[in-house]
């Protein structure tokens, strides 16, 4: 699996988070807390990046990403009861727009910690 251990470390800061915190905050909430979780973990990530939106090579807008790790991960959150497939066509839109080849979908509303690993197949090296 590619970027293996990175994911699996986001995906370790997310279930701190969740422990500490528990489920019915609002998705800033979360952010904020995964947020200096993975700042005390030493990561390296950009929060609400703004990145550019294509359509045939023209740019048509912009979109902020949750968080960009590490420059190659797209991890977007959420905090509902349950990950609908509309959650995951956003974060496959997403990868597809930016160009990155994987993502995550985190969502921090249920129970506890649902995760999804997204893979961008129209991905361009």
């Given at each position: 699996?590619?970027?293996?251990?990175?994911?699996?470390?986001?995906?370790?800061?997310?279930?701190t988070v969740h422990n500490a915190l528990g489920n019915g905050f609002q998705?800033?909430?979360y952010q904020r807390a995964l947020e200096i979780e993975m700042r005390h973990q030493g990561?390296?990530?950009?929060?609400?990046q703004e990145m550019p939106i294509f359509y045939r090579g023209i740019e048509i807008g912009t979109r902020?990403?949750?968080?960009?790790?590490?420059?190659?991960?797209c991890v977007e959150?959420?905090?509902?009861?349950?990950?609908e497939d509309v959650h995951l066509a956003?974060?496959?839109n997403y990868l597809e727009a930016f160009n990155l080849e994987i993502g995550l979908l985190i969502n921090f509303g249920s129970r506890s910690?649902?995760?999804k690993r997204l893979h961008n197949n129209k991905f361009k090296p």
């Open positions: 699996m590619k970027y293996k251990e990175i994911t699996e470390k986001i995906i370790g800061c997310a279930f998705e800033v909430i990561m390296s990530f950009l929060r609400e902020r990403v949750d968080f960009l790790v590490e420059g190659v991960i959150i959420k905090a509902v009861i349950k990950l956003q974060g496959i910690v649902e995760y």
